[in-house]
């Protein structure tokens, strides 16, 4: 295991592959040691450190919710980098901050990027809004398959099978 230290340094580094290295090793961590350490990465000038430092508040998290809604709502809204937008609606997701829900639907019709429309319909079948089912029979009218296919399984996270037998026959 590596020491606090050890991470601490390579979390600072001026070189970005220290910093995912550091942030990899975070893992090994409970989510009161790691949350501290990796908020700073949520701003990182480096995309890909972003994206690392996001994809693992679902899991750093955990016991700070209250503290983590802000950061991730700040990555899915202002975020310049589509992939870190997907990643912070697959994290409010993950830790089920349905708090997020308008925000993730804002950013929803807001883009025609389809990686992060599909990310955001993704990641609404695991939050398990129920205010989603409005958003989800948009998303089953998308051009992109994918979007319709996340959108069919959303339907069915959410556990409504009188839309899910609806959607399949569309």
């Given at each position: 295991m590596s020491s606090i230290e050890s991470v601490q340094q390579l979390l600072s580094s001026e070189d970005f592959g220290d910093r995912i290295s550091g942030l990899n090793r975070l893992r090994e961590f409970e989510p009161y040691v790691a949350f501290p350490m990796i908020q700073p990465l949520l701003q990182d000038q480096e995309a890909r450190v972003r994206y690392a430092a996001v994809s693992q508040m679902d899991a750093a998290g955990v016991g700070f919710e209250a503290e983590t809604l802000p950061l991730l709502r700040n990555a899915l809204m202002n975020d310049p980098e589509i992939d870190v937008k997907a990643a912070a609606a697959d994290a409010l997701a993950g830790l089920k901050l349905k708090e997020a829900y308008a925000d993730m639907k804002e950013v929803y019709d807001s883009t025609t990027e389809w990686l992060l429309q599909f990310s955001?319909?993704?990641?609404?079948?695991?939050?398990g809004e129920p205010q989603a089912f409005d958003l989800l029979a948009e998303a089953l009218q998308s051009e992109v398959e994918l979007v319709?296919?996340?959108?069919?399984?959303?339907?069915?996270?959410?556990?409504d099978r009188a839309l899910?037998?609806?959607s399949l026959l569309l």
């Open positions: 955001i319909i993704a990641a609404i079948g695991e939050l319709r296919l996340s959108a069919i399984s959303a339907l069915g996270d959410l556990g899910l037998s609806y």
